[in-house]
């Protein structure tokens, strides 16, 4: 079995993670987390999103948050725009990236955003405009590649269908000028079976080194899809310290992948991240307390209970 050599962990604990902690977390203590990540050796963090505040109010100082970083000029700070009034922010905010964020579900697409996937693909072509103006890159996301929360879940039936779905979506992002995409597993029901159906899918027209994947770890699937990914050469991959975090528009999904979790497996497969493994163990300490919550990861706790 081939793997790479080395993989990109996208750090999306300070989004994705934060967007659905019910606990408060100040400013200061998101700019902390964001600080420890980056002295880790992350090397790419999306660190806020530009959305309505109704909708996500979890991420309502992100433009605070992005200011007051003290910036690494190694590391990439992202931050998620669904249209021109969130990209003019994340300017303000000086992003390094933007993403934008589609599906591969009507339904989804419809509680998440308010459009259809058609529509959101149509308002995605002005934050493009300015992004190329402006020089930013911008990575596109699909989501619900592996089952929705509103359409279920993917059978034998509907899979060849559903995965030209999440292929159109993949293809029109990247032709629209998107340098990667990442697949989001938004409610984590995917299983090795299909991860790997999927992307042989995408492979047939779409190079590896575009992809990413993103798994919320709801049903324990993670890994095992993320192992699955890298066979396929896919060596970009997301995850969220300590297993922060859920999707507010998918009742019941979990947090990302752990990060300790998938550095671990890397560093037992002799994949290279760049990432020190104790400071990482550490800030997924730190902010678990900090969040009064138990530590998602599952390496974060065993290394705990040996203290
Ligand atoms: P809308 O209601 O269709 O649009 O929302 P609108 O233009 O009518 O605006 C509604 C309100 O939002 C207005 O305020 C706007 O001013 C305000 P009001 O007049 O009611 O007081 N607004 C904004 N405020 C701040 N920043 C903005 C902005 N735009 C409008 N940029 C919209 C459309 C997309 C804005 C809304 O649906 C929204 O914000 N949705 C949030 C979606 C979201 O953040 N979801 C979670 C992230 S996606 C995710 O987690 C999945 C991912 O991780 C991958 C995976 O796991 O699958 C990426
Ligand atoms: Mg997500």
Same mark, same amino acid.
């Given at each position: 079995m081939k793997y790479p050599n080395s993989v990109r962990i996208v750090e999306v604990g300070p989004r994705d993670g934060l967007q659905n902690e019910q606990q408060p977390i100040s400013t200061v203590d998101k700019i902390e987390l964001i600080q420890r990540l980056a002295q880790a %050796? =992350?090397?790419? =963090? &999306?660190? %806020?999103s530009f959305v309505s505040p109704k909708w996500v109010p979890q991420m309502a100082d992100s433009l605070a948050v992005m200011q007051g970083i003290e910036r690494n000029a190694t590391v990439r700070y992202a931050a998620l725009t669904p249209n021109k009034r969130g990209f003019d922010q994340a300017i303000e905010a000086k992003a390094n990236e933007v993403a934008i964020f589609a599906a591969a579900s009507e339904s989804f697409s419809q509680k998440n955003i308010n459009c259809s996937i058609a529509e959101s693909l149509e308002r995605f072509e002005e934050i493009m405009a300015s992004a190329k103006a402006n020089n930013i890159p911008v990575r596109g996301y699909v989501s619900c =590649?592996? %089952?929705?929360?509103? &359409?279920g879940p993917i059978t034998e039936q509907n899979a060849e269908t559903h995965f030209a779905k999440v292929k159109q979506v993949s293809q029109k992002l990247l032709e629209m000028g998107c340098h990667e995409v990442s697949l989001g597993d938004t409610i984590g029901t995917g299983t090795p079976k299909f991860t790997e159906q999927l992307l042989q899918t995408l492979l047939e027209d779409i190079p590896s080194h575009q992809l990413a994947v993103h798994f919320h770890d709801t049903y324990g699937q993670a890994l095992s899809n993320i192992l699955i990914a890298l066979q396929n050469g896919i060596a970009t991959i997301d995850s969220s310290i300590a297993g922060l975090g859920g999707c507010p528009y998918a009742e019941g999904a979990s947090g990302n992948v752990a990060t300790e979790d998938v550095l671990y497996m890397l560093e037992g497969m002799n994949i290279k991240t760049g990432i020190e493994f104790n400071s990482l163990i550490n800030t997924g300490n730190w902010i678990s307390q900090k969040l009064n919550r138990v530590n998602g990861s599952k390496v974060g706790q065993a290394l705990s209970s040996l203290h």
């Amino acid at each position: 079995m081939k793997y790479p050599n080395s993989v990109r962990i996208v750090e999306v604990g300070p989004r994705d993670g934060l967007q659905n902690e019910q606990q408060p977390i100040s400013t200061v203590d998101k700019i902390e987390l964001i600080q420890r990540l980056a002295q880790a %050796g =992350i090397s790419h =963090i &999306e660190a %806020g999103s530009f959305v309505s505040p109704k909708w996500v109010p979890q991420m309502a100082d992100s433009l605070a948050v992005m200011q007051g970083i003290e910036r690494n000029a190694t590391v990439r700070y992202a931050a998620l725009t669904p249209n021109k009034r969130g990209f003019d922010q994340a300017i303000e905010a000086k992003a390094n990236e933007v993403a934008i964020f589609a599906a591969a579900s009507e339904s989804f697409s419809q509680k998440n955003i308010n459009c259809s996937i058609a529509e959101s693909l149509e308002r995605f072509e002005e934050i493009m405009a300015s992004a190329k103006a402006n020089n930013i890159p911008v990575r596109g996301y699909v989501s619900c =590649i592996l %089952g929705c929360p509103y &359409e279920g879940p993917i059978t034998e039936q509907n899979a060849e269908t559903h995965f030209a779905k999440v292929k159109q979506v993949s293809q029109k992002l990247l032709e629209m000028g998107c340098h990667e995409v990442s697949l989001g597993d938004t409610i984590g029901t995917g299983t090795p079976k299909f991860t790997e159906q999927l992307l042989q899918t995408l492979l047939e027209d779409i190079p590896s080194h575009q992809l990413a994947v993103h798994f919320h770890d709801t049903y324990g699937q993670a890994l095992s899809n993320i192992l699955i990914a890298l066979q396929n050469g896919i060596a970009t991959i997301d995850s969220s310290i300590a297993g922060l975090g859920g999707c507010p528009y998918a009742e019941g999904a979990s947090g990302n992948v752990a990060t300790e979790d998938v550095l671990y497996m890397l560093e037992g497969m002799n994949i290279k991240t760049g990432i020190e493994f104790n400071s990482l163990i550490n800030t997924g300490n730190w902010i678990s307390q900090k969040l009064n919550r138990v530590n998602g990861s599952k390496v974060g706790q065993a290394l705990s209970s040996l203290h």
